[in-house]
């Protein structure tokens, strides 16, 4: 229950520093992509707990990537769910190659704080 309370709170966390980087102008776009992989890890941990931290890093990345390279898909419907604020911070909108890095960058650095968290 104690690393489920953690991962809920790391989440609310993310999600609040995340949205506050988009009104801030000196920080970079690519940050929000970082925290939002980072907050899909504390997600995806919250709930499959019982799994190996190191499964959902991977899984993490691989739905971050894959939602990123789904922004080069034009269906008129997911187009028009993106240009929704729902639709846009989950799905963004159009592909960046630096965003690969950003998740990349993100899911690394809130393994590292997880694994920390579970040792102690």
Same mark, same amino acid.
């Given at each position: 229950?104690?690393?489920? *309370?953690?991962?809920?709170?790391?989440?609310?966390? #993310?999600?609040? /520093?995340?949205?506050?980087?988009?009104? =801030? &102008? %000196?920080?970079?776009?690519?940050?929000?992509?970082?925290?939002?992989?980072?907050?899909?890890?504390?997600? *995806?941990?919250?709930?499959?707990?019982?799994?190996? #931290?190191?499964? /959902?890093?991977?899984?993490?990345?691989? =739905? &971050? %990537?894959?939602?990123?390279?789904?922004?080069?898909?034009?269906?008129?419907?997911?187009?028009?769910?993106?240009?929704?604020?729902?639709?846009?911070?989950?799905?963004?909108?159009?592909?960046?190659?630096?965003?690969?890095?950003?998740?990349?960058?993100?899911?690394?650095?809130?393994?590292?704080?997880?694994?920390?968290?579970?040792?102690?």
């Amino acid at each position: 229950m104690k690393q489920r *309370l953690f991962y809920l709170i790391a989440i609310i966390v #993310l999600i609040v /520093i995340g949205l506050s980087s988009r009104k =801030i &102008s %000196f920080i970079p776009a690519e940050t929000g992509d970082g925290l939002w992989a980072m907050a899909l890890l504390c997600f *995806l941990r919250f709930i499959f707990i019982k799994n190996k #931290l190191e499964n /959902i890093a991977i899984i993490t990345l691989a =739905i &971050s %990537f894959a939602v990123e390279f789904s922004q080069l898909i034009r269906w008129e419907w997911l187009t028009a769910f993106r240009s929704t604020f729902i639709g846009h911070m989950l799905l963004g909108q159009g592909f960046v190659w630096w965003d690969l890095l950003a998740y990349t960058i993100g899911v690394a650095v809130m393994y590292l704080v997880a694994k920390a968290y579970e040792r102690r």
